[in-house]
């Protein structure tokens, strides 16, 4: 344990439900691990840990596992997050019991904590685009909704201003903010050498330009989710109170379970939300509000610019047996293709002169001179067709398709073959005349040795 920065724990004094005895405790000890489930992947894994009282899917483990050696989390059954930020997909469900149809912005994604579980709760039938401006931390926000395999959910890479040219396209905005993370100096210890004063008074600033950056995206009436892991009430309470007095957003009711710890607020300006603090909840350090876009008979309705499909029928006579459902369209995309759900086409067609769209659909692969060369996202995907030829890797043919070697195993057929383990998907390999050529994309092999 480190020591606590100058001036933390005096500027947190007197906050709804803090109390310094048993938070000092609570970071002396062990931060719980926890992980989702993925809804279609993960049944049945991990049998016998408790569940997240506030996520059905949510799962504790008994101690830390080296995720990187198993599999399955590789195949995207199951996703490693802290529990207290489940609350927001707990806050998601319950401010929309009605979930279809909608399109909802998370802005600030990366890695995809908040993002794979929006994905997990949505219905086909609505999209989720997931933001993060920071472009490495862009690559790994794809790399997990690619693991994770919805064609609903998209990627984008750009500052929350850009956003603004989309008005009134979101239901919801998750804002889950760049914050000074006091609420992670449990879990991570060195953050307390970055916190003071001055780095909250930036973050609430850089907090109050990214509501207001994005607010033209919502629809009147939707809603924003606004999150952070910090415990600063300037980064909490405050921005939200004076962004909700700026642009007349309405407080709309959340509330947890009084048994999970979560200390209900209320800021002066009427705001509801919750404080997670890490002696009170079974996670660690969060903050959570909501509030909905006024509806004023003034604003003008969103009309969208029809274009015409640029659905490659030829092309999709070569891909549609690799999906399930058919209502895609095809589109060409320089080397790849991509499958986008048809009812989403209007949408990529609008979005895609506005953002860079990183992941929109489902990368299918292209046609090579004899046969389709399938994309990694396509083995991923959730639609992929069932009826594809597959193999079963044990656990250490597995470790060898993932470090990129040759798993070694006896082909039962030659051609493209989706290697899994314990039926969920890792990736591609084709077996030609004896050999297995193994087409995990390099950059997500497995480096560590088990
Ligand atoms: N929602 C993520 C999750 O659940 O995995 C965690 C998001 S983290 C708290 C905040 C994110 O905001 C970071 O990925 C960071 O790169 C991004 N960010 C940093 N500066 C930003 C800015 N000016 N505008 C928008 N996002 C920013």
């Not at 899917?57 to 199951?78: I, T």
Request: aromatic residues 10%; proline residues 9%.
């Amino acid at each position: 344990m480190n020591k606590w920065p100058d001036g933390f724990l005096q500027s947190i004094d007197g906050l709804p439900g803090f109390d310094e005895d048993s938070f000092r405790k609570a970071h002396e000890v062990v931060p719980p691990v926890s992980v989702r489930l993925h809804p279609l992947r993960g049944a049945g894994l991990f049998p016998d840990v408790p569940v997240i009282p506030w996520e059905p899917q949510g799962r504790y483990l008994p101690q830390r596992p080296v995720f990187a050696l198993d599999p399955l989390w590789h195949a995207g059954a199951y996703y490693v997050q802290e529990a207290s930020s489940m609350l927001a997909g707990w806050a998601f469900d319950a401010l929309f019991p009605q979930k279809a149809g909608l399109r909802v912005l998370d802005l600030c994604a990366a890695p995809g904590g908040k993002s794979t579980h929006l994905a997990a709760l949505l219905p086909p039938d609505s999209l989720l685009v997931s933001n993060e401006v920071i472009r490495t931390r862009a690559g790994i926000l794809t790399e997990n909704a690619t693991r994770w395999g919805y064609a609903n959910h998209w990627v984008s890479s750009n500052d929350p201003t850009a956003f603004a040219r989309l008005p009134q396209f979101f239901d919801c905005l998750v804002i889950d903010a760049p914050c000074s993370g006091s609420g992670l100096f449990r879990k991570d210890p060195d953050a307390m050498t970055e916190w003071s004063p001055e780095a909250v008074q930036l973050c609430a600033q850089r907090q109050q330009r990214i509501l207001h950056d994005a607010w033209p995206a919502l629809k009147p009436g939707g809603i924003v989710i606004y999150a952070t892991c910090s415990y600063s009430f300037e980064e909490d309470e405050a921005v939200v109170d004076s962004f909700c007095t700026e642009t007349g957003a309405e407080p709309v009711l959340l509330t947890p379970e009084t048994s999970w710890g979560a200390v209900p607020v209320q800021t002066t300006g009427g705001v509801l939300g919750f404080r997670c603090y890490p002696d009170q909840v079974r996670g660690e350090g969060f903050f959570l509000a909501a509030f909905r876009k006024p509806v004023t008979p003034t604003e003008p309705a969103r009309k969208g610019k029809k274009s015409s499909s640029a659905h490659d029928a030829t092309l999709w006579n070569k891909a549609s047996h690799l999906l399930s459902g058919s209502d895609w369209v095809c589109i060409p995309d320089g080397k790849n293709a991509r499958a986008l759900p048809a009812f989403l086409e209007a949408d990529w067609q609008q979005l895609k002169h506005v953002v860079y769209l990183r992941r929109a659909g489902i990368e299918v692969g292209m046609p090579g001179a004899k046969e389709w060369i399938p994309d990694h996202a396509l083995a991923a995907a959730v639609d992929l067709n069932p009826s594809v030829p597959a193999v079963a890797l044990s656990l250490e043919a597995a470790h060898r398709y993932l470090r990129c070697e040759d798993p070694g195993i006896d082909p039962p057929q030659q051609g493209w073959l989706l290697a899994t383990y314990e039926g969920r998907p890792l990736g591609w390999m084709k077996a030609v005349k004896g050999r297995i050529n193994n087409y995990l994309p390099r950059h997500l092999r497995l480096r560590l040795r088990g």
